[in-house]
């Protein structure tokens, strides 16, 4: 086997042998479990991160290669992708993993920058990540600030992604302590017993709680983590500090159960600062909204403001608040199959979304959270219902024209008229006309942002379909 680092233009090199194909470009850090390197896969053309491990033993080399399989067949935005393991034949080599490159800053430095929802957010992001290793076996061990990078996809949204991956494994695998664990942010049960019990979910409930502790204090969890809660009871409601103190209990088998339930939690937990989200209140309140939006009027109790106004009364940053909260909740809603209250929920986001196009305060953020939710609910309406709220739709779009017209603008517009394409499939002229407009609004988004996979991947179905007739 070939050593890369003798041909490394830059000087810099690994520290064991690996093959040629791998070039070394920066040393990106160490920890308790081994050393990282930024490299170049000649092979692939790709920036990719490989990870030695320290001084493994053959037992542990064998599991550790077991794992590394195991980790490369996850696929979640929120998980570091594993893409190769290496076991070397050569006595100076080690063994090494070549990872997904996740390139970004670390949660250590969001610390008291992240508004409560923002926090809150993020750790449901890890949490699905989690829940998605946990329902393939594998447990990560480690969840700590220092293993959580943001990054960013093709449309500028931030990703909040877990690497570190090789130090995660099967649940149940005994490893001894402090392992590739950092102290901080590690249950009880990791500090105080020389050799772990088996690796349990309720590791990774610990770190999701203390990670989210870390995003509203700026602090690790204490041995009393409920006394340090109170000192930011004014930037940590009493519902959110119960939910992290329940990832938090000294007794693992106490702590919130799994990561999905976490997930439900949280999500709950961002909706319920509007009251006609509450749990059980939902379906009577849902239905009192569809009834007073048929009459024109609709009222709302607010948690934080003691008189109703109707949608026309508020600021116009309190509609599109209102529109974003709805519109993610129906988004929810969908997820878990709650088909008729999702149907609900995104009628009253789209009247928010509708109020605040005619004042024309909106923005294409905005534009484009409107068009992801009509997308989304296609399923549960009617051709004629979707027919009207596309063309209601396109209608605000185009002539309550924000002032800049970005790539997102233009990708909603080429979105929803590939939406009315699709349902004038039967009368071909009005078919051709839509799809001509979808063809022009995407490549002028394609025009505005030609390095966008997401644009890009549009404008090609669009050409795929015209030229074959498909949908």
């Known amino acids: ?24 470009r920066d040393f990106l850090g160490s920890g308790g479990s081994g050393v990282v390197f930024k490299a170049w896969d000649e092979l692939l053309q790709r920036m990719v991160a490989i990870k030695f491990i320290k001084n493994p033993t053959f037992l542990s080399r064998q599991r550790l290669v077991a794992e590394a399989r195991a980790l490369a067949k996850l696929n979640h935005p929120s998980l570091c992708g594993v893409y190769d393991v290496g076991e070397p034949s050569e006595d100076h080599s080690s063994l090494y993993m070549v990872m997904e490159l996740i390139e970004g800053p670390r949660v250590t430095e969001l610390a008291g920058q992240l508004s409560i929802n923002d926090a809150v957010k993020l750790v449901v992001q890890l949490a699905e990540g989690v829940s998605h290793m946990h329902n393939e076996g594998l447990i990560h061990n480690d969840i700590n600030p220092t293993n959580v990078i943001v990054k960013y996809d093709s449309s500028d949204e931030s990703i909040p992604t877990l690497i570190d991956l090789s130090i995660a494994g099967r649940a149940s695998s005994n490893r001894h302590k402090g392992f590739g664990v950092s102290p901080l942010f590690s249950a009880p049960e990791q500090r105080d017993n020389g050799t772990e019990p088996g690796r349990s979910k309720a590791v990774d409930i610990y770190g999701l709680g203390a990670l989210l502790f870390f995003l509203v204090t700026g602090q690790a969890p204490s041995d009393e983590p409920h006394r340090q809660l109170k000192h930011y ?7 959110l500090r119960g939910i992290i103190i329940n990832c938090l209990h000294r007794d693992p088998n106490d702590r919130t159960s799994s990561a999905q339930l976490l997930v439900q939690q949280l999500t709950d937990y961002r909706f319920r600062r509007f009251p006609w989200l509450v749990p059980g209140a939902i379906t009577l309140l849902a239905s009192a909204v569809m009834t007073t939006i048929a009459i024109g009027v609709i009222h709302f109790h607010f948690a934080d403001n003691a008189s109703s106004k109707s949608i026309e009364e508020l600021e116009v940053g309190s509609k599109i608040e209102q529109a974003l909260a709805h519109s993610h909740y129906a988004r929810e809603l969908i997820k878990n199959n709650q088909l008729e209250r999702a149907k609900q929920q995104s009628l009253v986001a789209l009247n928010y979304f509708k109020s605040s196009f005619k004042e024309q305060q909106h923005s294409t953020s905005v534009a484009a959270e409107m068009t992801e939710l009509l997308v989304a609910i296609k399923p549960l309406l009617s051709r004629s219902e979707m027919m009207a709220l596309l063309l209601e739709t396109t209608t605000y779009l185009e002539s309550e024209v924000p002032e800049e017209r970005t790539a997102k603008y233009h990708l909603a517009l080429a979105r929803l008229y590939h939406q009315l394409t ?14 001509r407009e979808a ?7 394609l025009a505005m942002k030609p390095d966008s996979k997401e644009v890009r991947a549009f404008v090609d179905k669009l050409y795929d379909q015209s030229n074959t007739g498909t949908d």
């Open 1 to 24: 086997m070939d050593e890369a680092s003798t041909n490394n233009k830059n000087g810099l090199q690994f520290p064991y042998s690996i093959p040629e194909r791998f070039r070394c």
């Open 422 to 435: 699709l349902l004038h499939q039967e009368k071909s002229a009005e078919a051709e006309m839509w799809e």
């Open 439 to 445: 063809l022009r609004a995407a490549t002028n988004a």
């Open 233 to 239: 009871a004014d930037r940590c409601p009493r519902r």
